[in-house]
């Protein structure tokens, strides 16, 4: 490179920047810069030619002005014209203020660009890196636009010098990352792939870097580089440390290129050929072997570059997984510096290891550490290693020492870091649920481990636990017995999974659960109030004990709802019901069904996808199976959601309950003895029973099912509703949304009130079933509901008047019968007055989601039928189109459900192209029949629809686009 | 109730540091520094919020003097403690810079001490601080000294010491004003006002009581219907166009002012402080002398060019001279060359301001001069248009803009044998430019 004349030191740079520098305050620095400033404009006026020497010194006053963090309006003319110049310090100053300043929009891109080209045409290397580096600075899509096709070229013409080569390969890996589609390799591939080869060492670098990057997008393309890499590398490593001259770094050849082609080759699969796989093989032992000699440098550059390369090595010993003596020999180097005194060596060698713990050959291997990777774990200073040595005992452990490693990480977790604490619990307990050898050691474990770790064991733990104790009958005795020991000695956190296990003297056991009651978390007493009704049920001659419990007022009156609900509902069942609808209703679980185990899940999402292996969880599977022998497992289980946190909750008892109605309305006695005849279940028409099931699930009806033991002292309000209706809610457009492609749900809810909807409709004619729930304790008076229909003669609906009174918690039901006249645009308004006591007259006015497409007939047909109709509705005011943004997930799954949803049937094999949906279906009015054909076509890229309908009627093809829009 | 108190120089480092109470730690000293010296955007407010602290902070120069609290307090009451403290150190130790601060730091600690008692103001009256913190060093002082003081300081007259003698008996008053003006092109007030101060140096004998009487519009009034009892005060000691009253919107008063006199009777008496010290501070609204009009005339000649013409006329009578008169054109940030022709006075391209500064030294009342500028301009890629800021002006002229009249201030001194003829009166009008400003 052209070395800087003494001419071109630029004084008055120097003088201005020291100026500023020099200025005591902000303001006189910016005074100094407006001087300046008006300075440089005076002279870049334009009417005297500047000379390139103090072109080139203002835009560098510029270019510094700007990077103090000033705006810079004007100069850009002038840089571009320094480009033009011949003198190499002026041509740099031009590109550097370029590839700092010019934005891409602005209009002097195309001389930019000009300039550049002529640079890479012109035959001065020094000139051709200048433009490559400012492409490669600047690196926005226009760039590549403009010189992705070019630079290729420049890489893998033979007469091009060897240092433009290096600025080439990078410029293009530059573009390439940024812009991929942009550069297409295509023919250039062999070529480049051939500059592995290359005399020039930093040519191969640069290249190799380029390679890598393309190889992983499309690795077969550049498949041949694998042989050529491990020739280049063999040469590397068997050559002397002093062959290489300008490349051999404290003693050690090439280091970087060395661990770049190892990087490489970690890109594919190992070598098929023998030749070129020994040759390797070779290469890898060599580079095991030197790392073992003395080294030839006490400098701490010589044994990092050395061990820079071991590791990648060992990465692709790894990433191989077929050498088994190799994969001995990494482990038995590694082992080395598992005491090595520099953290970082400690902590690389630990993460290395845990990925050779999962490979079979090395594990033995690996095991032979576990006495000092536990030590490390005990004594290292640094929590990151600390972590790691953590991970390397969970991935080492097996049958023969889980006992030992989960000894040693229990002892371990009492002094843990609060930061790894949970993860560790998450460890111990998949291992001990993974090796358990016995049951009794696992349930020992997992005391323990709840007794250190309190506060840190997660839910989805003694979930797991409990799921694994019910489904062994074995174990429970066993599990029974430790927990009550523990309980003698040991405050609340075990009751928590008491209750679930139900063996042992009655009374006894229920006095000594119950003098730990007070100490419990709210969650925890949930749970033994369930447990206390199981008592009832296997140990009647408890009965009287429990009930005196349930009734004291701490729980019939208990300021939280959870438990108040549950112990006004144990106190009921138990004192109403016949002992066969207990024995019915507390039946002891039914063995959970295998499913994967929640705590890995929970392991899986704290350390990201890909930390635990498929085989690993693939593994667990099979263990857990063997664990829990005597459970059958479903074919499809693993991917339902991990297991109902309530064990005996409402949730999971209301589908009993339900089933029970369907059997002989027992339970419904049961609850309509107690005086809320809200239960919903006899109100509706038996036909629909079916739909109940599902519904249970919902907290509307989980809500329906509890009983307020408030009494209502007051008298109602009298004060009739006079009030106009109140308009619509803002949300009620919204609302009325959610229900375009279901017809049962919650409409909408508050503090008070609850509406939930079924809907069915036939031809054009609809019913709708609204279900009003008082969500207070007090009563509602003055219940009224007006349904009215905005548009003229449009829809007909009729309704009952309901009940104007509705108690608190309870729940009344509503009929209307909706008739379609014609088609219609706005949906009927619902208006809700009702009065509570002691509150103003509460005025509500909702959208009632009925919509034009509620009247859908679904039309089967063929391609050819579809196409024909389709042609037949080209006029276009018939057709509506829209085009939005996804607001929803565009799974398949989900749009077809939505698009059945909707009431139209949903052809296949119509449109060409597989991703769209074509639907056609006819609406059914009173007078007329409007056909309509429907197109959805998905964008999964841009997340857009275009949306496309046409229907025989204007007006309908509008409002449903207009509805549709909003769905997907 | 102020929990410290802390001076900075322009970097941010600590000159001073006095933290009364305990709910100001180390680190509000740091958090202010951080958040509004060093912001990267310049804090523009007075007070700033950090983390439940309050940071009251004025600038003097190149320091920061920060007053901090964590309760809610006056903050009209802080700032008028910081510059009560900045009048203190004036006028203990002259200009407040980085150097007299430092060179003078156990004397501001010992002001500190003083003026502040656990974030409580007290007596910050320079007169009588000077009596017991003084820079010579401790002096032993007799028993009737210390005692004096004592009584001083604890008595209901905290601001003058008893037995002062001068052989002449003089009274200097200065009416300081300054007006502030924003005008519209065409010449319309968009907003005006003045906001003035009386300003005494006293140096009279014994426990004199003055009476100060000024053309206040309600004043007036009522003597008026009264029956002109007064017509001897109304002789003029001004010299400005006449004007019989002014209106005052809102004034407020030295400590030495009977107030309850005031609310009652609008009569402003007083016992004065030895020496120098702020009477009143005023402003008014209404009925503005405004000293000077400025007319702009600005044309933009294509994309390079920009012609510029201001007029500048004095509006007051003849026989005055207006003073220091220097008239700010603001200039677009694309200038690159200008040329300047004046009738009178200098004018000046400066690049470091971005502005056409014209200095006038001095200008007789009912005159006009002119200034006309050619800019030229770069073209820039920046299609951002010129702001035109507005053409600001300053100046001093020797009346009151706001009209005010002293009418009389007259020293009773029962013990002492002197009268009111025989004190030396002299009256001095000062108005000044304040934010003066008219739209291009």
Redesign the interface.
């Known amino acids: 490179m052209p070395a800087v004349s003494k001419g071109d030191g630029m004084r008055g740079l120097a003088v201005f920047i020291s100026d500023i520098r020099n200025c005591?305050?902000k303001e006189a620095e910016i005074?100094?810069i407006?001087?300046e400033?008006?300075?440089i404009?005076?002279k870049?006026?334009g009417d005297k030619a500047l000379d390139g020497y103090s072109k080139k010194k203002y835009v560098c006053k510029l270019l510094f002005i700007f990077l103090l963090g000033h705006d810079i309006?004007?100069g850009?003319m002038e840089a571009v014209n320094l480009l033009s110049s011949n003198k190499y310090t002026e041509k740099q100053i031009g590109y550097l203020f370029i590839s700092v300043l010019v934005n891409s929009n602005?209009?002097?891109i195309r001389l930019i660009n000009n300039a550049i080209k002529n640079d890479l045409s012109s035959r001065n290397p020094t000139f051709m890196c200048l433009a490559l580096h400012c492409i490669a600075n600047v690196g926005s899509r226009e760039m590549a636009e403009a010189f992705a096709s070019e630079i290729p070229r420049i890489l893998v013409a033979g007469d091009t010098m060897d240092s433009v080569k290096q600025s080439a390969a990078l410029c293009l890996l530059r573009l390439y990352k940024t812009s991929p589609d942009l550069v297409l390799m295509g023919e250039w591939t062999s070529r480049v792939v051939h500059l592995l080869n290359d005399q020039h060492m930093g040519v191969v670098t640069a290249a190799i870097s380029l390679i890598t990057c393309l190889s992983q997008k499309n690795p077969d393309e550049f498949k041949t580089c694998v042989s050529l890499a491990v020739s280049r590398l063999s040469r590397i490593v068997s050559s002397a440390s002093t062959d290489l001259q300008d490349y051999t770094y404290y003693f050690v050849p090439a280091p970087w290129l060395s661990c770049k082609l190892l990087r490489l080759l970690q890109c594919y699969p190992p070598p098929e050929d023998g030749a070129v796989k020994g040759r390797l093989v070779e290469c890898l032992e060599t580079i095991l072997n030197k790392a073992q000699e003395p080294p030839k440098s006490k400098k701490v550059q010589h044994s990092n570059a050395k061990n820079a390369i071991l590791f990648e090595a060992i990465s692709l010993i790894i990433h191989y997984d077929s050498e088994p003596n190799l994969l001995v020999r990494a482990c038995n180097q590694l082992g080395q510096f598992l005491q090595h005194r520099e953290t970082n060596l400690r902590y690389l060698a630990l993460e290395s290891m845990c990925t050779l713990a999962s490979s079979e050959f090395s594990h033995e291997a690996v095991k032979t550490h576990i006495e000092t990777v536990i030590n490390a774990l005990k004594t290292e200073r640094d929590v990151s290693v600390r972590q790691r040595a953590a991970d390397l005992l969970y991935a080492m452990c097996d049958r023969s020492n889980a006992k030992q490693i989960v000894a040693e990480m229990l002892s371990y977790l009492e002094t843990a870091d609060y930061s790894i604490r949970e993860e560790m619990v998450l460890k111990v307990a998949i291992l001990a649920e993974k090796y358990a050898v016995d049951y009794s050691w696992y349930v020992d474990t997992i005391l323990n481990l709840i007794r250190i770790a309190g506060d840190y064991v997660s839910e989805e733990v003694w979930y797991r636990v409990i799921q694994i104790v019910i489904n062994r009958d074995d174990v429970q005795g066993y599990a029974a017995k430790t927990v009550f020991e523990v309980l003698l000695h040991e405050p609340s956190k075990f009751g928590r999974w008491f209750g679930s296990v139900l063996l042992g003297r009655p009374l006894v056991q229920f006095n000594l659960l119950h003098s730990k009651f007070h100490l419990c978390s709210v969650p925890t007493r949930a749970l033994l109030l369930s447990a206390y009704i199981k008592f009832i049920n296997l140990f009647p001659e408890t009965k009287a004990t429990i009930q005196e419990v349930l009734r004291c007022d701490s729980q019939i009156r208990n300021s939280d709802v959870e438990l108040q609900q549950r112990a006004v509902e144990y106190l009921k069942l138990s004192s109403i019901a016949s002992t066969d609808v207990l024995a019915t209703v507390l039946e002891e679980m039914p063995p959970f069904p295998e499913r994967e185990s929640s705590i890995l899940a929970k392991l899986k999402k704290k350390k990201g996808p890909g930390a635990v292996s498929v085989t690993e969880l693939d593994d667990s599977k099979r263990e857990a199976g063997e664990l829990n022998g005597g459970a059958d497992r479903g074919p499809d289980t693993a991917s339902t959601p991990s297991p109902s946190a309530d064990l005996l909750g409402i949730r999971s008892a209301a589908p009993v309950g339900a089933a029970q109605t369907n059997a002989g309305s027992l339970l419904v006695d049961v609850f309509s003895d107690s005086g809320c005849s809200h239960f919903p279940f006899p109100l509706l028409p038996i036909h629909s029973l079916f739909v109940l099931l599902p519904i249970c699930f919902h907290p509307c009806f989980v809500l329906g099912l509890s009983l307020h033991p408030c009494p209502v002292l007051w008298p109602p309000s009298s004060a009739p509703p006079s009030e106009d209706p109140a308009p619509p809610l803002s949300e009620a457009d919204e609302l009325l949304n959610k229900f375009v492609c279901k017809n049962n749900g919650v409409l909408f809810e508050n503090q008070l009130l609850q509406i939930g909807i079924k809907s069915e409709y036939r031809q054009n004619l609809g019913r709708m079933y609204l279900f009003y729930g008082n969500k207070t304790s007090v009563q509602f008076a003055s219940f009224s509901t007006t349904v009215s229909c905005p548009g003229e003669l449009q829809l007909n609906v009729q309704s009952k008047p309901v009940e104007p009174l509705v108690e608190g918690g309870a729940q009344i039901q509503q009929v209307l019968n909706i008739e379609c006249i014609t088609d219609f645009c706005d949906a009927p308004l619902l208006n809700i007055k009702f009065s509570r006591y002691g509150g103003a007259l509460q005025n509500l006015t909702l959208k009632l989601p009925v919509t034009i497409n509620k009247f859908f007939q679904p039309t089967e047909m063929s391609s050819s039928d579809f196409f024909q109709r389709w042609k037949q509705l080209s006029q276009p005011q018939q057709e509506a189109q829209k085009i939005f943004k996804a607001n929803h997930s565009m799974d398949t799954e989900v749009l077809k459900a939505k698009l059945l949803g909707l009431g139209t049937a949903l052809l296949d094999n119509v449109d060409p192209n597989p991703e769209n949906y074509v639907c056609a279906g006819v609406i059914q009015t009173k007078g007329q029949q409007i056909g309509c054909l429907l197109r959805l076509e998905p964008n999964a890229q841009a997340q857009m629809y275009r949306l496309t309908l046409r229907c025989s009627k204007d007006t309908v093809s509008k409002r449903l686009c207009e509805l549709l829009a909003q769905q997907f | 109730m102020i929990g410290g108190l802390f001076i900075y120089n322009?970097k941010g480092e600590v000159l001073i540091s006095r933290v009364y109470r305990d709910d100001i730690g180390r680190n509000a000293v740091d958090a202010f520094r951080v958040n509004v010296i060093h912001a990267r955007q310049q804090v523009r407010s007075p007070v700033t919020n950090i983390a439940r602290t309050s940071f009251f902070h004025v600038k003097r120069s190149?320091i920061w003097l920060a007053a901090v609290t964590k309760q809610n307090v006056n903050a009209a009451m802080v700032f008028e403690f910081l510059y009560k403290m900045c009048d203190v150190m004036t006028a203990y130790f002259g200009k407040i810079s980085e150097e007299n601060i430092k060179n003078n730091f156990v004397l501001i600690y010992e002001l500190l001490d003083e003026i502040l008692d656990f974030g409580y103001p007290q007596n910050s009256e320079t007169g009588a601080l000077k009596t017991f913190i003084t820079q010579q060093g401790i002096k032993g002082q007799t028993k009737e000294e210390q005692s004096q003081i004592t009584s001083q300081v604890t008595g209901q007259i905290g601001w003058r010491r008893e037995g002062i003698k001068y052989r002449r008996n003089e009274l200097f008053l200065d009416v300081l004003e300054s007006v502030n003006l924003l005008m519209s092109p065409q010449g319309q007030v968009l907003s005006a006002h003045v906001s003035g101060r009386v300003v005494m140096k006293s140096y009279l004998s014994g426990m004199p009581e003055c009476k100060f009487g000024m053309n206040d519009k309600i004043v007036i009034d009522k003597q008026g219907k009264g029956g002109a009892s007064d017509d001897a005060g109304k002789s003029d000691l001004g010299g400005g166009s006449g004007k019989q009253s002014i209106a005052i919107d809102d004034c407020t008063f030295h400590q030495c002012v009977r107030l309850s006199k005031f609310d009652s009777e609008r009569s402003i008496s007083f016992i004065p402080p030895d020496g120098e010290y702020e009477l009143m501070r005023y402003r008014t609204t209404k009925d503005i002398i405004l000293p000077f009009r400025v007319i702009p005339l600005v044309r933009e000649v294509g994309r390079t060019k920009l012609e510029v013409k201001v007029v500048i006329k004095s509006n007051f009578k003849p026989s005055l001279l207006a003073q220091k008169i220097e008239v700010r054109i603001p200039t677009p940030?694309?200038?690159?060359?200008v040329q300047v022709i004046c009738m009178k006075g200098k004018a000046k391209y400066k690049?470091?301001?971005?502005a056409i500064v014209w200095k006038i030294k001095r200008m007789a009342g009912m005159k006009e001069s002119q200034i006309s500028a050619e800019i030229?301009l770069?073209?820039?890629?920046?299609k951002k248009k010129w702001a035109r800021p507005p053409i600001s002006m300053n100046f001093e002229v020797p009346f009151a803009p706001s009209g005010l009249k002293v009418r009389y201030l007259k020293v009773f001194e029962s013990k002492l044998n002197y009268s009111d003829h025989d004190v030396i009166k002299w009256v001095r009008y000062i108005g000044r430019s304040g934010i003066y400003e008219t739209r291009c």
């Open positions: 005591k305050s005074k100094r407006n001087k400033l008006a300075n404009r005076s870049f006026k309006d004007f850009h602005s209009e002097l | 322009h190149n940030l694309n200038t690159s060359g690049a470091s301001e971005n030229e770069l073209p820039t890629n920046d």
